[in-house]
């Protein structure tokens, strides 16, 4: 099993384990996790994050100085806390058969549910599995990334597989409605056909039609750089 062995013992508040859960997305994704990002993370006001980040600090879980950094502990109830999430993630979608783009919202409810024993059968019935659906790794699962670049750097004609979906566009239900419709998800052979001046850029997977995709999401997909 690639779960860790370790017992989960924090009791700590969901609203912790949300913060430090967003302070560690935000570091995945080299998005420096400076109070205004995180209150954009989470959706919540800048007064808000201010005074939480006061209690994480007190409790032992943050280092604050230009940016929130997460401590050692800090860092243990985070991977806890996202490894739950993704797990929960495969379950509802290859288990339960969830609509993929509805997985996200769910988890964020059983992540905070999930105990060590049943975190233990989900990585059975699941089969050891290394990411997310959205192809996002899951701690402790002894991911090996290969080689990525966002879907706004291919060049024209090129093809390539997509090995992930940003945690910041799974925020954005619309956003992920539209991956979905579009069939860009992991796995995906995807086809750069055009890149126009104003950063919008023509893509086609499989054998559905072609489709335009921002910026603000080409530079949010990656694809495996063979």
């Not at 430090?20 to 994704?29: C, H, K, P, T």
């Not at 769910?106 to 233990?120: P, R, Y």
């Amino acid at each position: 099993m690639a779960a860790p062995a370790e017992k989960t013992k924090e009791p700590y508040r969901a609203t912790y384990r949300e913060y430090v859960e967003a302070i560690y997305e935000l570091e995945e994704e080299n998005i420096d996790a400076i109070q205004a990002r995180i209150a954009d993370w989470l959706g919540v006001s800048r007064a808000s994050v201010s005074e939480m980040v006061h209690r994480l600090e007190e409790e032992g879980l943050v280092e604050v100085g230009r940016t929130v950094k997460l401590t050692e502990a800090g860092r243990h109830l985070a991977e806890v806390v996202v490894r739950r999430h993704r797990l929960a993630e495969r379950f509802l979608s290859e288990v339960l058969g969830l609509p993929w783009v509805k997985v996200h919202a769910e988890a964020e409810v059983w992540e905070h549910t999930i105990s060590d024993d049943v975190e233990a059968a989900m990585w059975k019935v699941l089969g050891d599995p290394k990411t997310c659906p959205h192809g996002n790794p899951i701690p402790g699962a002894g991911y090996r990334p290969p080689k990525m670049k966002p879907i706004a750097d291919m060049d024209e004609g090129e093809t390539l597989v997509l090995e992930r979906i940003s945690e910041e566009l799974e925020l954005d239900a619309d956003t992920m409605d539209f991956l979905d419709r579009a069939g860009l998800r992991p796995g995906q052979q995807v086809t750069m056909l055009t890149r126009s001046p104003h950063d919008t850029f023509t893509v086609q997977v499989g054998g559905h039609d072609p489709v335009g995709v921002g910026s603000f999401v080409a530079e949010r997909v990656f694809v495996a750089v063979v």
